[in-house]
């Protein structure tokens, strides 16, 4: 069965240190991913998006980096985060098909930046 | 673009009691596929019902229903028989005809008191 994890749970970093959050999936290829940040009493707002290794689509101008070096690896970073950076940061995969179950969500990261 | 707006923050609902979650949405396509989730306070998102925008039916899982009305462009979800552990945070979502990233709306928390 397919089972993704994203590590760490739990973060907390100075203002302007980087951040690398990874996320990887098992029992499944070609998956597509993504990276979801959920501000306090926000919905959920799509950061970046991937279809196969090296492609990464983003959604909006910020302080975050996507990369995905293996085809169920999928990375995100920033080079000097910022206060606004902090949030619950959401992992995701999908087969890439129109399913009827969406997508199959990591566990999460907090983010807070101090 | 696509647009979903749940329009109530936070619900109250006794327990054994029914509640229904607005969602509304915005799309120019035709076929598209809406999904509701839900977050309790671990974060970890929980897939709970699709439907399908050529569904003939509303869709059903369990004590959960959608109270699909396609003229009005609104996807309500009704939890019957509340229990304590519906209390959570509930997200409705959108994936359009070509399979772009769904988009999801700003939640409702809801509260099941006894």
């Known amino acids: 069965s397919q089972t993704i994890h994203q590590w760490p749970a739990t973060l907390v970093q100075p203002v302007g240190s980087p951040l690398s959050l990874e996320c990887t999936v098992e029992?499944?290829?070609?998956?597509?991913l993504y990276w979801y940040r959920q501000a306090a009493g926000r919905g959920l707002q799509l950061l970046f998006y991937?279809?196969?290794?090296?492609?990464i689509s983003s959604e909006v101008p910020q302080n975050l980096s996507a990369s995905r070096p293996q085809d169920r690896q999928f990375i995100l970073s920033s080079k000097k985060l910022l206060l606004s950076d902090s949030g619950f940061y959401l992992c995701?995969?999908?087969?890439?098909?129109?399913?009827?179950?969406?997508?199959?969500f990591g566990s999460g990261t907090r983010l807070t930046v101090v | 673009a696509q647009k979903i707006t749940q329009t109530q923050p936070g619900m109250f609902v006794q327990e054994k009691e029914a509640v229904t979650l607005d969602c509304t949405y915005d799309?120019?396509?035709?076929?598209?596929?809406l999904f509701w989730y839900k977050q309790p306070s671990s974060g970890e998102m929980i897939f709970l019902i699709y439907?399908?925008?050529?569904?003939?039916q509303n869709a059903t899982e369990g004590r959960y229903s959608l109270n699909f009305q396609k003229a009005r462009k609104s996807a309500n979800l009704v939890i019957s028989a509340s229990q304590l552990g519906d209390s959570a945070m509930y997200f409705c979502?959108?994936?359009?005809?070509?399979?772009?990233?769904?988009?999801f709306g700003k939640g409702t928390r809801l509260s099941v008191i006894a």
């Open positions: 995701a995969w999908s087969d890439g098909t129109a399913s009827r179950y969406g997508y199959t």
């Open positions: 029992g499944t290829s070609n998956p597509n």
């Open positions: 991937s279809v196969g290794i090296g492609q």
């Open positions: 799309t120019s396509d035709q076929s598209y596929g």
């Open positions: 439907q399908g925008s050529y569904d003939e």
């Open positions: 979502a959108m994936r359009d005809s070509g399979n772009t990233p769904l988009v």
